[in-house]
């Protein structure tokens, strides 16, 4: 073992630093071995992944590898707006479930990206595990989360009404191109999600349905609306034989959903249709389905299947209710609930309160 610098360390110190060293090494001590585990572990904690560096691994490994882009892209998102800055400097096998809790404490002000921010995180952790960076069972991130606030903005009829006529005359008046108000007009007719339109191709459309081989909840298949039978048809007359896109943009490539959204917030605006922070094209695909889960005359695994939803708990967070009907359906379970009682009354005798029959 080295006791010291000999240009530094006098000769009676370095005589009692080695007699206290053999004293140790006769007892069996082994000093030299001690201070190299030291260094060892000293060195593996500087070199021990952090959460940045979990976080680069679970997008570049799981997310792309097993995710669609849109969703990747927004865990990506998540990671570097939200969890880097937040816990990114922690080390894996450091974090605590109060360092998640605490963060999530932090971002309280944006409950929705908070909450999705920890699930990316638990998911990340779960990767970790299956890496052997943390000992199985011991997910962080696995804290309770009140549920984000549900979007309940829902279009009436007459909204939408006015959104298809601003669509109409923004096309007319060259406002928006041809290709996204006939995108947007489809995603009213079929209740799609704006990428399933948007990918959209020649290809894909059938005499009587539309087909994905891969879409977010795998291959899809749906039944063409008369409406959107008529928009496609006349598309199909005027469109460019060498375009594979149904709506293509201006260069005959596939359309961002960008422009999509750009021109649904002009429909917006042109139809003074206000939505604040739950303005999106996704509005329509939830207007859409409300509208088939409502309807009495559609069993539900066939509006399900209408609707593109594969479980029945995502069926039910798009069966929004709009309060006219709620109202309808009141009343009428009032009525219902006062004939049963009645005729139950004419139909036997009735033991009133007191005694008296």
Avoid at 185 to 201: D, K, M, P, Q, Y
């Amino acid at each position: 073992m080295t006791i010291g610098d000999a240009a530094k360390l006098r000769l009676e110190p370095a005589r009692e630093k080695a007699k206290e060293l053999a004293g140790l090494a006769f007892a069996g001590i082994d000093t030299a071995k001690e201070r190299a585990e030291e260094k060892q572990t000293l060195k593996a904690e500087r070199e021990a992944p952090t959460v940045s560096d979990l976080l680069d691994r679970f997008i570049e490994d799981h997310a792309r590898a097993h995710l669609k882009e849109k969703t990747w892209r927004e865990y990506e998102r998540l990671a570097d707006k939200i969890l880097k800055p937040e816990i990114g400097d922690l080390k894996v096998a450091a974090v605590t479930t109060a360092d998640v809790s605490t963060m999530h404490h932090r971002l309280r002000g944006k409950p929705t990206q908070a909450a999705l921010a920890v699930r990316v995180l638990s998911s990340a952790f779960s990767c970790a595990q299956e890496w052997g960076l943390r000992e199985a069972g011991s997910n962080p991130a696995k804290i309770r989360l009140k549920g984000a606030r549900r979007r309940e903005r829902l279009f009436t009829d007459a909204e939408v009404v006015r959104l298809k006529a601003a669509i109409d005359a923004l096309e007319k008046d060259n406002k928006i191109a041809a290709p996204v108000a006939l995108g947007l007009r489809l995603l009213f007719e079929t209740g799609c999600r704006a990428g399933e339109i948007t990918a959209l191709t020649w290809d894909h459309v059938g005499d009587t349905t539309l087909n994905w081989s891969d879409t977010k909840t795998g291959k899809l298949e749906k039944a063409v609306t008369q409406g959107a039978a008529r928009l496609l048809s006349v598309a199909h007359e005027a469109r460019d034989r060498k375009i594979k896109w149904v709506c293509p943009s201006s260069t005959g490539k596939q359309l961002r959903v960008e422009v999509l959204e750009a021109g649904f917030e002009r429909a917006m605006k042109s139809a003074a249709v206000v939505a604040g922070e739950n303005a999106s094209l996704h509005l329509i695909r939830h207007w859409f389905a409300s509208k088939t889960y409502s309807d009495p005359a559609i069993p539900l695994p066939l509006a399900m299947a209408m609707v593109g939803h594969r479980s029945v708990a995502t069926a039910m967070r798009y069966a929004h209710t709009a309060k006219a009907d709620l109202q309808r359906a009141t009343l009428a379970a009032e009525k219902r609930r006062a004939a049963a009682l009645k005729a139950a009354e004419k139909s036997g005798k009735v033991i009133k309160f007191g005694g008296a029959e």
